[in-house]
Structure formats: C-alpha cells, structure tokens
C-alpha cells in the first residue's frame, strides 16, 4: 500500500459467516483500481446455481435477471461471456437510432402539463423500449416494470417482494412474446423497458427539477444508478484494502458509483466505474436526449416570459 493509499478510508464490510459477506466501496479511486484488477468480475462470472442466496432471491424480483431461464442483464455478465461482444453491438446499434424530434416535443409537453408517472412511464417505454417489441407496449407492463425491486433493502419487505415478483412474471411473459427476433429477452426486453419506466422517468424529473444546470452536473450530481455489484473470483485482500481475504464465489463487493459520480462530477461513474471501458450502452442516448429536452423546457419558458 502506497503512503497516498494509506489515508483513503477503508471499505466498509459486512460478514456474517454462512450468511452473507458483502464489501461497499465508495472512494473513487478504489473503484477503479479493484475493478481493474483480477480480483472481482461481474456477478455472471459464475453459473447461478453457485452465486450466494441472497443475490438470487434479490434479481430474480428485479429487471436483471429471469430465473424462468436464465437470463442475465448484459453488464452483469464477464467480457469472457462468448457472447458477450454480439450483445453489446445489438444495443449499441439499436440505440444509435436515437429519437425523433417530434419525440422531444412530446416528452416536453407531458412535463409541462405536469403529467402523472404512468403517462410519462407509457410514452418513455415507446420511445426506448419500443424499438425492441413488435407491439405497442401496454401501459399495464410499463406500471410492472416500475413494481420490480429497485434496491435492495425492498427485498426485506415479504409484500413488496411479492409484489415485485407479481410483476416481473408480467414483464418477462409480455417480452417472451413480443421481443423481436435475435434480441436478447433481457437486455432489450425486461431491462429496457422497466428502465425506460422508472429510471427515465424519475431522470425527466430531476431535468425539471435543474432545468438551468448543464446537464452533465444535472446528472453526476443526481445519479440514477446508485451502485455496481460485483463478485469475488480469487482470494484478495484487494490491494491491501482488507483484513481478511475475500473468498470467490460469496464475496460481493458493491461499489457505490452514485457517491463516486458525485465527489468527482465524471459522467462515467454516472455510467459506469470511473472509465469509458464497458460504460452503459445508452449514455451517449441518454445525455443527448436530457440535452434537447432542456433547450425545448428553456424555449418554452423564454416563450411564456
């Protein structure tokens, strides 16, 4: 451990033998050098069967994963993954699509008119998710898809559990059925429409909310990804990080990229941990898109004074 290394606050660690061991690390630079190194992999790096309890009963209620067959979200699956690289290219090909005009007005005038969260949630789904589906995505999957878990702590509450499993079964039935060929159910299916539904939605609202911040501190400063797990694939003490070594296959380790985008103001802890290497597939979409909505909410603002 360097002298600079030294003064940077350890990782906090949760260990309750044959229960769990979970290590949250926040320290920007920590991030980076332990998702660097050949310690942690994403949490795909095994087969399901294997990963701790607990990480299987949280996603299986959420958008990352079907436990119907096994399907995991693209950025919790190892770059090894062989079919790792024709995945990301379907989405990034997908996504470079971008939008239309007529887009932005429509999104504008549902915040104007202070539209409730299912009419924002249907619409965002369209725009996004709907280049996947060969249906019109109904309003009542775009509510199921805002009902999966979002954090982990909802996972204690045994009726929001049931209520998210209730409505990940809804999502995965609707995308088993309508996703267009070759997409992949969960990358362009589950994920992308519970996305579009809640996670871009509560971003329109913190655009609203900021609307006179350049967009790029809108969003380090107001996250929407708040962490990015990962798992232990050796024994480690994570350059000296640790008093007691991980062990592969049960340590997982959270980085909190949330904290991390916020003390550093970098995009690419907002997408992803601290490098442009695997960032999220839509972050180029996503800040263009915020950009052209905020000169539309400006405009109309100007307009009106």
């Not at 660690?13 to 949250?24: A, C, E, G, T, W």
């Not at 909802?154 to 499993?165: F, G, H, L, M, S």
């Not at 609202?205 to 050796?234: C, G, M, S, W, Y």
Request: charged content about 25%; some cysteine.
């Amino acid at each position: 451990m360097t002298r600079e290394q030294s003064f940077l606050p350890n990782p906090s660690r949760i260990n309750i033998p044959f229960v769990l061991d979970i290590i949250i690390v926040s320290n920007p630079e920590q991030i980076k050098r332990i998702e660097s190194s050949s310690d942690v992999d994403r949490l795909h790096a095994y087969p399901t069967a294997e990963l701790p309890w607990w990480v299987k009963y949280y996603l299986s209620a959420t958008r990352f994963h079907t436990p119907q067959d096994d399907n995991w979200f693209l950025p919790f699956e190892s770059s090894a993954n062989r079919e790792y690289q024709k995945r990301r290219s379907q989405m990034d090909d997908q996504i470079a699509r971008g939008y239309r005009p007529q887009d932005i007005t429509k999104i504008a005038d549902l915040l104007v008119s202070n539209a409730d969260d299912s009419d924002l949630s249907f619409h965002m789904a369209q725009l996004i998710a709907g280049r996947f589906s060969q249906a019109e995505i109904p309003l009542d999957i775009c509510l199921a898809g805002r009902e999966t878990l979002q954090r982990l702590p909802e996972a204690i509450n045994p009726v929001r559990y049931a209520q998210a499993k209730k409505a990940h079964g809804k999502l995965y039935d609707f995308c088993a059925h309508n996703l267009l060929d070759d997409y992949h159910l969960v990358d362009a299916g589950q994920h992308t429409i519970a996305g579009a539904a809640k996670s871009m939605v509560d971003a329109l609202h913190i655009l609203k909310e900021n609307i006179n911040l350049p967009v790029d501190k809108i969003f380090t400063k107001n996250p929407i990804t708040l962490q990015a797990p990962r798992i232990a694939i050796r024994d480690s003490d994570l350059g000296g990080l640790l008093k007691s070594k991980t062990k592969p296959g049960w340590t997982v380790v959270i980085f909190q990229i949330a904290k991390a985008a916020q003390k550093t103001s970098d995009l690419y802890f907002t997408f992803g941990t601290g490098t442009s290497e695997r960032a999220c597939s839509f972050m180029n979409f996503f800040l263009d898109f915020m950009k052209d909505l905020q000169m539309e909410l400006i405009d109309r603002t100007a307009s009106v004074d």
